[in-house]
């Protein structure tokens, strides 16, 4: 049964039922009736419960009081549909939803094998492929997805994609007009094949990681010891740039660290390791993270702070690396420690009407490091991912020293750091799904924690530039991404309590209905404040990789991938936690 929770989104559940009228509709008219009055009947009281639903629909959309009912559950998700949620302690599998998950995998898998199978990107729409290179491609989506694949248990897809990666993938591609970038060609292409080769065992995927990293190495060859942006992988050239960003810069670290493991070659190991001196040795007195740094010297730049895009996963990784070799490096968890302190001190806000928990972002003012910074309330829909790494970060690094933290935590197993995590953690959390109060259940790539123009009545939020019946703003769009079902899931697994798994199921929901395209496939959502959506042609390699892993895992048992066992690189590609065996860090306290 669904316990306490019972929350979803009312504007995804109004769209549920609209549309679930009308799938009988059409089946109706050819199927069901024998008399063309009766179907006249039927199908005028159709339209009058339709008009209804509608009326209400609208009723609730402009003049409801908070957008989102909290104490609203849908029939079709009432007792008898979900099963037992814990037992004996232990976290077990929603079958039927986690089984809905699988099949909206395999819409999206089959649609790209049959339009564009071996292709790097797919466009879901014009049901076409592109290439990152103009001599073919590096596996961009397909290693991003098998590890998805091998979780759901998949056999024949896995099959089909691990036989392309033995006959096709190869790195020595053309990089001269398009090269490859380091950080994306790290987390998703280095990232999947040392996972499918941790759940696979399949030396395979070892021999193709070993090949790519060697042949991105040279990245690193810079004065400051931080990575080149871009790399030329067939020429095994870095791409020199004046500056790197942060979060490029300093996630590499968990994939590079895993291949030195497997390996015994401690090159990979120190590459990556020296950026994490280099940016502690840049280190501000907020113990905050400018997004730009100076690839010759490895200073920062004056540039934003923000934990959005090309901030965000340095500190992600800052956790996971500390958490990646069974906590045994402490500079990772001083380091980590230190930026969550200044995260509180500078960044974690609410807003005045709800007390929405969100972060805002610091833009400085003048041209050098004395200047004041303006405070933006503004949010990348990327710093969801936070939440869920907050409350990781209180139950290990802010647990009390030899304390075996419960399920859900017990605030007396926490340090007082980890108290303040996990209460901003969860805080965080109710704040990103504020942003799913749209019309179609889905968050804005960005929102503004203010009310502003265009905003639904008491919603404190809203997206800059959107206006009813206007063109969509880039801001109101939702690329399928995956930060707040990240979170979810984490929240999930660390609580047990069942509200998560709705709140998951409500986006899944959110997905199916506005981003699902009947012939195949997935596609961005333009807008997410107005139904029926308009899409865009790209279907992100993410959303295999990371949306739909984190939805499956939310819904399967606890032992699928345990958070005790494994760390998530920032792609979602699961990596054993290990201690160094013939490893020596160098870079320590
Ligand atoms: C992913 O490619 C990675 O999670 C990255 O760190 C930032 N976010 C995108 C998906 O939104």
């Not at 398009?178 to 070892?206: K, Q, W």
């Not at 936070?386 to 304390?403: E, I, V």
Request: with cysteine; proline share 6%; charged share 20%.
């Amino acid at each position: 049964m669904l316990c306490g929770g019972r929350k979803f989104p009312k504007w995804g559940w109004i769209m549920t039922s609209l549309s679930n009228w009308q799938v009988p509709r059409s089946n109706c008219v050819t199927k069901t009736f024998s008399s063309s009055s009766a179907w006249m009947r039927r199908r005028t009281i159709q339209y009058l419960v339709l008009l209804f639903v509608g009326a209400v629909a609208t009723h609730l959309y402009f003049f409801s009081s908070d957008g989102i009912d909290p104490s609203y559950i849908p029939d079709w998700l009432q007792e008898d549909e979900t099963p037992e949620a814990v037992s004996k302690g232990r976290l077990l599998a929603d079958a039927p939803k986690r089984n809905a998950v699988v099949a909206a995998f395999k819409h999206a898998w089959s649609a790209y094998e049959r339009d564009a199978m071996g292709s790097d990107e797919y466009h879901p729409i014009s049901h076409q492929g592109k290439n990152l290179s103009h001599t073919g491609g590096i596996g961009y989506t397909i290693v991003d997805a098998i590890d998805t694949m091998l979780l759901m248990d998949l056999k024949e897809e896995y099959s089909r994609a691990a036989e392309w990666v033995r006959t096709s993938l190869r790195f020595d591609r053309d990089g001269h007009s398009r090269c490859f970038n380091t950080f994306e060609t790290t987390i998703r292409v280095l990232g999947g094949l040392l996972s499918a080769h941790h759940l696979t065992s399949d030396p395979m995927y070892l021999h193709h990681a070993v090949d790519l990293a060697d042949r991105m190495l040279p990245a690193f060859d810079t004065t400051s010891g931080l990575p080149m942006t871009s790399i030329d992988l067939e020429q095994r050239k870095g791409i020199a740039d004046v500056y790197i960003s942060t979060a490029e810069a300093t996630t590499l670290q968990l994939e590079f660290r895993d291949l030195a493991q497997l390996t015994g070659n401690e090159i990979y190991w120190h590459k990556a390791e020296k950026v994490m001196a280099v940016v502690e040795k840049a280190r501000l007195p907020s113990n905050l993270a400018p997004i730009s740094m100076s690839a010759n010297d490895g200073t920062y730049l004056l540039s934003d702070i923000r934990l959005g895009s090309r901030g965000d996963s340095y500190y992600e990784y800052l956790l996971k690396q500390y958490l990646q070799t069974v906590r045994t490096e402490p500079v990772y968890l001083k380091m980590y420690e230190d930026a969550m302190q200044g995260i509180h001190d500078h960044l974690v806000h609410k807003t005045p009407k709800h007390k929405l928990t969100y972060l805002a972002e610091l833009h400085p003012r003048g041209p050098n490091w004395q200047t004041t910074w303006d405070v933006e309330p503004k949010q990348d829909h990327l710093v969801c991912f936070l939440a869920g790494s907050l409350m990781l970060g209180a139950t290990t690094a802010g647990a009390l020293p030899n304390t075996k933290v419960s399920v859900p935590p017990q605030m007396s197993e926490l340090t007082k750091a980890g108290r303040r995590d996990w209460e901003t953690g969860v805080a965080l959390l109710e704040g990103c799904m504020a942003t799913h109060q749209t019309a179609t259940g889905l968050s804005p790539e960005i929102a503004q924690f203010r009310p502003g123009p265009g905003s639904l009545p008491d919603r404190d939020w809203h997206i800059k530039g959107w206006r009813a019946g206007g063109s969509a703003p880039y801001d109101a769009r939702y690329m399928l991404r995956p930060e707040t079902i990240e979170s979810l899931f984490l929240a999930w697994r660390l609580t047990g309590n069942p509200k998560y798994r709705a709140y998951a199921w409500g986006i899944f929901q959110g997905i199916e209905l506005h981003a699902r395209l009947p012939g195949g496939g997935y596609a961005t959502v333009l807008d997410v404040d107005t139904v029926p959506t308009k899409l865009d042609d790209k279907q992100e390699t993410f959303y295999l990789s990371e949306t739909l892993k984190y939805l499956f895992l939310t819904f399967a048992d606890e032992d699928v991938i345990s958070l005790d066992e494994y760390v998530f690189n920032t792609e979602a590609h699961p990596l054993p936690i290990f201690r160094p065996s013939s490893i020596q860090p160098l870079f320590t306290l």
